[in-house]
């Protein structure tokens, strides 16, 4: 009788049914949304320019220089060649061609004025599509021109970056070598060669998406069995906890967001206020004492500002959630995650107002909004699971060690320091890097810039990490909050 008088008030199959809408809704818009992010990314075979040490030779009409190569893209978008001019005004022509050395057909080609080719610059030749089947394939980057001496440029080499002529054959690789004008040299010539490789994710996206959705699926028809059976669903019990006390829980999220401003003069305009502040100062100390040289830095500085101080404060305000509500929790029954849940969601109310200097900042910067702002939710949804997480871990902790407010201070600033929040990750040492990048925030802070500063979708492998934290974090924290909840009025 007690299961059929729920079912009454709480329809659970059309949530179910509403669950599966959205998931469909949500698969279909990503795929757009992702767009070319989805499919492709930077190929990890990539050549990089080597350091230009010297010139190869002046490459006046007759002269040739060569390089052979090989190189694990699967899309081969564009080849560049280093340039030495002698600084002085140099005439004619270049020509830069690439060749497939299994068949001898001709991959690319393109001529240059080499009036127009600077000290150091690059020459360039692009593939209008890029081009397939040159995996490990043999390549030959032949230069030539057709300069007078005296007038001629220089392609440029690398000698400490070099390899023998033969290093490779030997391993069944292509051989990397440089010859001049037929000549073995000993070096590599300063050139770079991109691309990009296909992501298997997007490869199979529906096929992904539809197993995750008969998953899902499955999952609900089995909670919604047991609830006709009338059995117990962490699921089910979720959703009815949160139809019941829905209205105090509105009551708590305005109580802490009121809370916070009461007898402020400003009030919620310290909401834009803060993360503009922070930024200018940082913006001021570190573009004066570090020159990183990052492009749109006080955007950058924003957005990990607006991230990290959203983790401090829903954290910091869920660690006193049940210790604070001692009156409430000895004399009305509440479910008691209800009290963390509560705090990190008025913290959200904060979130979503600072983003707003955040897109002014940006759009002051010349960054014009993309589709891609459209992704946000996706990490500051998996942000607010992770600090759900820890916020109820925190907030079970404090019940029986007070001594956790103190020691979350300390965490906080290291962690602080570990959050890309001001620093590129790129000038740090790479064992430092390893252990920024087990940082959860690093994935979120990324996330959002790559979204905000970049405008395009991160990589497949992204939306995964952060998913996977701040769910990972919220199944660790709701397990020891709820194993330990049946203790704490004792030590309240």
């Known amino acids: 009788m007690k299961a059929n008088a729920k079912q009454t008030t709480f329809d659970l199959k059309r949530i179910c049914a509403r669950c599966i809408s959205v998931y469909v809704v949500l698969v279909i818009l990503l795929y757009f949304l992702m767009g070319y992010q989805l499919h492709f990314r930077d190929s990890r075979g ?22 052979t190569f090989s190189m694990k893209t699967q899309r081969l978008r564009e080849v560049s060649v280093q340039w030495g001019t002698y600084y002085r005004p140099n005439s004619g022509t270049a020509t830069m061609e690439l060749y497939n050395q299994n068949d001898g057909t001709l991959v690319l080609s393109k001529t240059f004025d080499v009036a127009e080719i600077t000290e150091g610059g690059l020459t360039t030749m692009t593939a209008e599509e890029p081009i397939e089947g040159l995996y490990d394939v043999p390549l030959l ?9 005296g007038t001629a440029a220089s392609p440029l080499m690398s000698v400490s970056a070099g390899v023998s002529v033969n290093e490779g054959s030997e391993k069944g690789q292509t051989p990397f070598s440089l010859t001049v004008n037929g000549q073995p040299a000993e070096g590599v010539l300063c050139f770079s060669a991109t691309g990009e490789d296909y992501i298997w994710t997007g490869l199979h996206y529906w096929k992904f998406a539809a197993a995750m959705g008969a998953v899902i699926g499955l999952y609900l028809l089995g909670t919604y069995w047991r609830w006709k059976q009338g ?7 979720a959703l009815v906890a949160m139809q019941k006390y829905r209205f105090l829980i509105k009551q708590l999220v305005d109580r802490d967001f009121k809370a916070k401003y009461k007898r402020s003069i400003l009030g919620v305009l310290w909401s834009f206020l803060n993360p503009l502040l922070n930024m200018l100062v940082q913006y001021v100390v570190f573009s004066n004492m570090f020159k990183f040289d990052i492009p749109n830095f006080p955007v950058y500085l924003l957005c990990g500002n607006v991230v990290f101080s959203y983790f401090s404060e829903s954290c910091g305000m ?6 604070g509500n001692a009156g409430l929790i000895t004399k009305v029954y509440v479910p008691k995650y209800i009290y963390p849940l509560t705090r990190i969601m008025s913290s959200m109310v904060n979130l979503l107002i600072s983003l707003i200097p955040l897109f002014v ?8 909004p993309t589709k891609a702002y459209l992704l946000l939710p996706v990490p500051l949804l998996c942000l607010a699971m992770f600090c759900l997480g ?9 019940v029986f060690f007070r001594d956790i407010q103190f020691l979350w201070g300390v965490l906080t600033t290291i962690w602080m320091y570990l959050t890309p929040i001001f620093y590129p990750v790129s000038t740090l040492p790479e064992a430092v890097q390893t252990v920024v990048k087990m940082n959860p925030l690093y994935f979120y802070v990324t996330f959002v810039r790559t979204c905000v500063i970049n405008g395009i979708s991160p990589e497949p492998v992204m939306y995964a990490q952060c998913a996977l934290m701040g769910l990972g974090m919220l199944l660790i924290g709701a397990f020891v909050f709820k194993r330990s909840q049946d203790k704490f009025v004792l030590y309240l």
């Open 318 to 323: 869920a660690l006193t959630s049940i210790v």
């Open 390 to 398: 820890l916020g109820m871990l925190l907030a079970a902790a404090m």
């Open 46 to 67: 990539n050549i990089e320019l080597q350091l230009a040490e010297s010139g190869t030779v002046e490459l006046v009409q007759g002269a040739v220089v060569e390089q």
């Open 231 to 237: 059995k117990h669903s962490f699921l089910a019990n």
């Open 141 to 149: 980057l032949r230069v030539y021109a057709d300069s007078e001496s």
């Open 361 to 368: 900042v940006a759009l002051l910067s010349g960054l014009v």
